[in-house]
């Protein structure tokens, strides 16, 4: 084991390889407040990539309602059962990472899923956390509530897949940090699913390997957001470039959100992987619930983005989010007007502040009939 | 009474002592693994030729050098008879098992066997463990997946969930049944093993695959399969034959050494997770 930095836990950990990260850092932010389950993500990526045969159960892309639906089945319970009760100290974690806990002959603190835990991902769909007993009032956060989780892979600075592949058939590419799995060296072991806390990596059982969520390289490649971002309905993903905290910049923005607003956070920190996908935790969740899910900042996180409307930048970057399928990896906002653009400083996008209103009046005078108001 | 239990007791001593000497002394069990000559090597485990192979029996040990590790030991001892033609060797392996694993799935491990001989017969052998750096090792590997599919099963997945239901699959659109290579092509698309022509991934010929190694976690596809073999379900567990060229340099002044290793499924044992022999002298004799 190495000894490498992870600053999403804001210490060392061990690690199976050495620190090394890449070039650049594919990563995403995922505003779950937008989120409306619809799933056409998940389409876009199974149509793209998982239509195959062996491919039927996998979901690259999946959306899951919180905290009863999973996919697959209590991925994220079981791990958390496993790991035990854990202490962030302010936000420096205390606890064992998955690599630190990892028990004797084996490289990860993983278990692996059964056939039947990826049979049902709707289980649990729009299932509350509590019930609403007469006389509850509506406030944030909600008595009950449940929210939406997307995920793909995290594609994480220190992977669990990466680590406990025997072989060294996953590799991580130095240019942009996308985590792959190398399908002719494969030999379908199996490791990398135990180990992927998020359940990210799936067996084919026609062809004998483990597959992925590949970020869309081809796509990304060049300059475009993969199939999940792009056909994103609710516009609720950014994918861009991530840079270490200390070398944060104001016009990327992802390193906005989270590095200088942290207002989007990784997916359970604690696990040690410094996961690449960052999300925007929903403002009217079960605080001790997120806490869990998003690590010490949440609190935070939802008060910087509750007062969002009252700020101009990350309410226009929030605005950027799905307006074009171009990798924005540079921004400003130019008084009403917010901008994406290319590394070069091209236009890529324009977007106004705020989407202009315009009032019909009920009645058409020109065609003498009444409007219907229709969304 | 005295004097009769003395003669009886007597008596007993000299039948039992005139019993042994007439009896045969017990062979002592074989200290190595011999290629006994044959004029074929049948590739069936149950051909009555093997039954003029002295047998071996090989204990196994958890594989707990390198992570992942098998720490819990599963399968004990696999029982190795071995024939050669002069131009083929032939290993027939038969070990206990009681569950016959041969469905691939998430968590569904196949049972498996592997024979092993360093690439170069010397003296001087590598490490047991798969081999080092510089110093090669062979392997013949057979996957009772593998075989299932050989001997007919169909690369559907309604064959190993037969309560699947899928809607559709874009490579078998009725457009695209007027262009088999269209779509033939589309459906290498979305099996990316399959496409960059992964051996592991089929279509698969056969059970076995070869495979060179220099160090546990260096295994690698030789560039091609010259091994045959064929494994079937006994009473107790199960028979492999695994026929693979004669190594190169043995000779009867000349012995080798092999190794073999056995995976049971149904304890989730794959890759790493195995139990193994340590090297074995392998010899070549003549008709026993």
């Not at chain 1, 084996?106 to 956390?129: F, S």
């Not at chain 1, 067996?203 to 597959?211: A, V, W």
């Not at chain 1, 300059?223 to 993903?237: E, S, T, V």
């Amino acid at each position: 084991m190495a000894r490498t930095y992870n600053w999403q836990i804001q210490r060392e950990m061990s690690y199976w390889y050495p620190e090394s990260r890449p070039q650049r850092q594919f990563a995403a932010v995922f505003d779950i407040n937008k989120c409306i389950a619809c799933q056409t993500c998940t389409l876009a990526c199974k149509t793209t990539w998982t239509s195959g045969k062996g491919q039927e159960y996998m979901l690259w892309n999946n959306v899951e309602s919180k905290p009863y639906g999973f996919y697959p089945l209590a991925w994220d319970l079981k791990l958390l059962k496993l790991l035990g009760p854990q202490e962030w100290h302010g936000e420096v974690y205390a606890g064992r990472t998955l690599f630190e806990a990892a028990p004797a002959g084996t490289r990860v603190l993983g278990w692996r899923p059964d056939d039947q835990d990826y049979a049902y991902p709707n289980v649990g769909e729009d299932d509350c956390a509590g019930v609403i007993e007469k006389g509850a009032s509506f406030d944030i956060p909600h008595l009950a509530w449940f929210f939406y989780l997307a995920r793909i892979c995290n594609h994480c600075t220190y992977p669990a897949c990466l680590a406990s592949c025997p072989r060294g058939s996953i590799y991580k590419r130095k240019e942009d940090g996308i985590v792959l799995v190398d399908q002719s060296r494969c030999r379908g072991y199996r490791e990398c699913v135990q180990a992927c806390p998020y359940k990210k990596t799936f067996f084919n059982p026609l062809t004998g390997t483990s597959e992925k969520c590949i970020a869309c390289f081809p796509k990304f490649e060049q300059g475009l957001q993969p199939q999940c971002f792009a056909n994103c309905i609710g516009k609720i993903r950014l994918a861009g470039w991530i840079s270490k905290p200390e070398q944060a910049s104001p016009d990327n923005p992802i390193d906005y959100l989270v590095h200088i607003r942290k207002v989007a956070l990784p997916l359970f920190p604690q696990f040690g992987l410094e996961p690449n996908v960052y999300y925007v935790p929903p403002i009217h969740a079960a605080r001790p619930f997120l806490h869990q899910m998003f690590g010490p900042q949440v609190e935070q996180a939802i008060e910087t983005y509750r007062r969002a409307p009252d700020d101009p930048d990350l309410a226009g970057l929030l605005g950027l989010f799905g307006c074009t399928e171009r990798v924005v990896p540079r921004w400003l906002r130019e008084k009403d007007w917010v901008v994406g653009a290319a590394e070069d400083g091209t236009e890529l996008v324009r977007v106004p502040l705020k989407e202009p209103v315009y009032i019909r009046a009920a009645f058409d005078t020109q065609y003498q009939v009444a409007r219907v108001n229709c969304p | 009474m005295r004097d009769i239990r003395h003669l009886l007791l007597l008596s007993l001593s000299i039948a039992l002592l005139a019993s042994s000497a007439c009896r045969k002394p017990a062979p002592p069990p074989p200290t190595e693994v011999v290629l006994f000559s044959a004029a074929d090597v049948p590739l069936d485990p149950s051909h009555t030729a093997w039954q003029g192979a002295l047998e071996f029996t090989a204990a196994l040990i958890p594989q707990d050098l390198v992570e992942p590790r098998q720490l819990t030991p599963s399968t004990t001892a696999v029982r190795v008879r071995a024939l050669t033609n002069g131009v083929d060797a032939a290993f027939r392996l038969e070990w206990t098992d009681p569950t016959a694993n041969d469905l691939p799935g998430a968590a569904r491990f196949s049972d498996a066997c592997a024979v092993q001989l360093p690439s170069k017969i010397e003296a001087t052998v590598p490490a047991p463990q798969m081999g080092e750096a510089g110093g090669a090792v062979e392997i013949v590997y057979w996957n009772a997946a593998w075989q299932a599919v050989v001997a007919g099963r169909s690369d559907s997945i309604k064959e190993l969930y037969p309560n699947a239901a899928i809607d559709h699959y874009p490579f078998e659109a009725p457009s695209l049944q007027q262009s088999p290579a269209s779509q033939q092509a589309m459906t290498t698309r979305y099996a990316p093993a399959r496409a960059v022509g992964n051996p592991v991934a089929g279509p698969r010929t056969t059970a076995v695959q070869d495979l060179i190694a220099e160090g546990p976690g260096t295994i690698t596809s030789a560039p091609a399969t010259a091994s045959r073999g064929q494994g079937v379900r006994t009473a107790a567990g199960w028979a492999v034959v695994i026929v693979r060229p004669l190594p190169k340099g043995l000779a009867a002044n000349a012995p080798a050494q092999v190794a073999f290793a056995v995976w049971e499924g149904a304890h989730e044992e794959v890759g790493a997770r195995k139990m193994r022999t340590d090297w074995i002298p392998l010899a070549l004799r003549g008709n026993p």
